[in-house]
Nanobody, 115 residues
Framework: QVQVVESGGGLVQPGGSLRLSCAAS????????MGWYRQAPGKQRELVAQ???????NYADSVKGRFTISRDNAKSTVTLQMNSLKPEDSAVYYC?????????WGQGTQVTVSS
């Protein structure tokens, strides 16, 4: 079992920045990947960014060059730095912890980009 706790999010103006953090606890030695997904109203949940245990990363095309994901394996935490935010980035962001055969999710945190 893995527990996932998120923090961060909120309201920001277009062009602004936010940082999301996620901490995993429990069976963390088996974590393969950690990442962030988002879901906007009426849309499917989509991958935003993912970082594997070896440090390799994957980003959605829509966030490349604006978002940066980082991970601290020793602390089992993952951070998403979001810069140059756009209104279309508004969504509920979910932290994902992947143990290859099982996924664990955080409760979600709202990000709203609006003037």
């Amino acid at each position: 079992q893995v527990q996932v706790v998120e923090s961060g999010g909120g309201l920001v103006q277009p062009g602004g920045s936010l940082r999301l953090s996620c901490a995993a606890s429990g069976s963390v030695s088996s974590i393969f990947a950690m990442g962030w997904y988002r879901q906007a109203p009426g849309k499917q949940r989509e991958l935003v960014a993912q970082i594997l245990r070896d440090g390799s990363t994957n980003y959605a095309d829509s966030v490349k060059g604006r978002f940066t994901i980082s991970r601290d394996n020793a602390k089992s935490t993952v951070t998403l730095q979001m810069n140059s935010l756009k209104p279309e980035d508004s969504a509920v962001y979910y932290c994902n912890v992947n143990l290859v055969l099982h996924d664990y999710w955080g409760q979600g945190t709202q990000v709203t980009v609006s003037s």
